[in-house]
């Protein structure tokens, strides 16, 4: 079963509009890591983010923000203000108490395009 | 730039070859990770080395191996190539429960 999902395949706004994505898993554990990562045109993995289980503040750096919501298994990502420089495709991931901890479940990836 | 050195970048090679691909971890960090990016199969987990042990495993392939040696480099070997092996080979690396950073890849082209 699909542990991490992000439904959106791809989001497509003008320059200056806010951008939410979404996120959602499914783990037994109680103990767990959320992740997202940015992968921009080059190709590399850029971290982003990790919020642990028993940590549900949300979280603001810059433009860039995020909501957990346990009750819904939900870690969502939202892009205030977007520039054409955040164009990328983000993931969202998941690792458990009961396996490796860098033993990510990625999602399936929400390409992210900004255009003037 | 996140520390982890992989090399090389691309690398083109015909269906029944064995490649090599090279992880050269943050300074410090113990834990290597292989992850394998392709069209059909998004990004998987591929296996995790620590300190030069084996630590965890996911859907490597038994064609697939690895190992990590004593100045913490690590290789991902890949033998008896086929189409489907096409992809982006990442390494990451990590120290003591710190998220993971990511190499920039290897492409590899199986043709």
């Known amino acids: 079963a699909q542990k991490v999902t992000q439904a959106q395949t791809e989001i497509s706004v003008v320059e200056k509009e806010d951008v939410t994505l979404d996120c959602v898993y499914e783990t037994r554990d109680t103990t767990y890591y959320l992740f997202w990562y940015k992968q921009p045109p080059s190709g590399e993995l850029v971290f982003l983010i990790r919020r642990n289980s028993f940590d549900e503040q949300n979280e603001i750096s810059g433009r860039y923000s995020w909501n957990f919501q346990k009750s819904t298994s939900s870690f969502n990502f939202t892009i205030t203000a977007s520039q054409v420089v955040d164009s990328a495709v983000y993931f969202c991931?998941?690792?458990?108490?009961?396996?490796?901890?860098?033993?990510?479940?990625f999602g399936a990836g929400t390409q992210v395009v900004v255009t003037p | 730039d996140s520390g982890v050195t992989q090399t090389p970048k691309h690398l083109i090679t015909a269906t029944g070859q064995r490649v090599t691909l090279r992880c050269s971890p943050r300074?410090?960090?113990?834990?290597v990770y292989w992850y394998q990016q392709s069209l059909d199969q998004g990004l998987q987990f591929l296996i995790q080395?620590?300190?030069?042990?084996?630590?965890a495993k996911g859907n490597i392939l038994e064609r697939f191996s690895a190992q990590q040696f004593p100045d913490l480099h690590s290789e991902l070997n890949l033998s008896s190539l086929e189409l489907g092996d096409s992809a982006l080979y990442f390494c990451a690396s990590s120290r003591g429960g710190s998220p993971l950073h990511f190499g920039n890849g290897t492409r590899l082209t199986v043709t």
């Open positions: 080395y620590y300190n030069g042990e084996e630590r």
């Open positions: 300074s410090g960090d113990l834990s």
């Open positions: 991931a998941l690792s458990e108490i009961t396996d490796s901890w860098g033993k990510l479940q």
